[in-house]
């Protein structure tokens, strides 16, 4: 049984970066054929798909924050890590990382961590 678990600040202030681990068991970021991905959800709004890291360690970012997102990992400690920088109160939402076959099928989500810009 694969688990994922996000860990980082609940509060960030204006134009920082945010940062937040998603540490997985049960499971390794490099085994064929998964992605491993944030996804978020702002008040009254739907999931939004940041990026994801492959099991080769490609990157792939949404167009709208790619100017602003890195996704890397450590595969000695099993984890991945999503930094987002400049953030606003916009940013606020509920930050998910999740795994996904080949980008499509998502099977495994952590339970989700909220994360506040506010100054």
């Known amino acids: 049984q694969v688990q994922l678990q996000e860990s980082g600040p609940g509060l960030v202030k204006p134009s920082q970066t945010l940062s937040l681990t998603c540490t997985v068991s049960?499971?390794?970021?490099?085994?064929?054929?998964?992605?491993w991905s944030w996804i978020r959800q702002s008040p009254g709004k739907g999931l939004e798909w940041m990026g994801a890291?492959?099991?080769?360690?490609?990157?792939y970012y949404s167009p709208s924050l790619n100017s602003r997102t890195s996704i890397s990992r450590d595969t000695s400690k099993n984890q991945f890590t999503l930094q987002l920088s400049s953030v606003t109160p916009e940013d606020t939402a509920v930050y998910y990382c999740?795994?996904?076959?080949?980008?499509?099928?998502?099977?495994?989500w952590g339970q989700g961590t909220q994360v506040t810009v506010s100054s």
């Open positions: 999740a795994r996904a076959e080949n980008l499509v099928k998502y099977d495994y």
């Open positions: 049960g499971g390794s970021t490099t085994t064929t054929p998964y992605y």
């Open positions: 890291i492959s099991y080769s360690g490609n990157t």
